[in-house]
Each structure stands twice: as structure tokens, then as C-alpha cells.
């Protein structure tokens, strides 16, 4: 499983970072993405980075969240600027396209004032 962490309550217009921490060579060998699912709604992809580090993101976050990873510490960064009410979320890190088996708990994210 992948553990994502760093979640919490945040006013709007504010800041978190998102951390996601795994084990072996899957954040060198695969494409990995930050995915959300709030309260009623499916589970989207927000965001994907390439082994090679190139960066996709969702037109709804971007230019405000900035997905990046560390190969050496098996960990994977989303930071999230200017937040918004409708960011609100539990969020998950896992490969694109997802591995059953990497789902962790998620880490919750709530941007209310």
C-alpha cells in the first residue's frame, strides 16, 4: 500500500502538502498520480508524474497544486496552493493507471473558513 499523509482542515486560499510514502522502485519505474475522491463523487486523477518527471494535472487544479517526487526516499509530494472549498477530499496517491493493491486509507483534506 501507498500511505498518503499530511491532511487537514485549511481555510480557503491556504496551503498543505500532501506526502505519499511507498517502498521498492515503483516511483522510478512507474507513472504515478495524486487522486481525490470527495464526498459523493467518483475518485478522480488531479495529478501524474512520469518516471522521467514530466507532470500532467487536472484543469480543475491547474497552475494551484504541484505534484513531484522523490525516487531515493520512495516518496511522492503534492503541494496544493490556493485552495478552495470545492478541493475537499480524501486523497490518495497510487500508479497510473491504478494498482488495486497500492489503494492506502488516503489522507482527508477540508477547505472550509
Known amino acids: 500500500q501507498l500511505q498518503a499523509s499530511g491532511g487537514g482542515l485549511v481555510q480557503p486560499g491556504g496551503s498543505l502538502r500532501l506526502s505519499c510514502a511507498g517502498s521498492?522502485?515503483?516511483?522510478?519505474?512507474?507513472?504515478m498520480g495524486w487522486y481525490r475522491q470527495a464526498p459523493g463523487k467518483q475518485r478522480e486523477l488531479v495529478a501524474g508524474i512520469t518516471s522521467g518527471g514530466t507532470t500532467n494535472y487536472g484543469d480543475s487544479v491547474k497552475g494551484r497544486f504541484t505534484i513531484s517526487k522523490d525516487n531515493v526516499k520512495n516518496t511522492a509530494y503534492l503541494q496544493m496552493n490556493n485552495l478552495k472549498p470545492e478541493d475537499t477530499a480524501v486523497y490518495y496517491c497510487n500508479s497510473v493507471p491504478a494498482i488495486s493493491a497500492y489503494w492506502g486509507q488516503g489522507t482527508l483534506v477540508t477547505v472550509s473558513s
Open positions: 521498492g522502485s515503483i516511483f522510478s519505474s512507474l507513472i
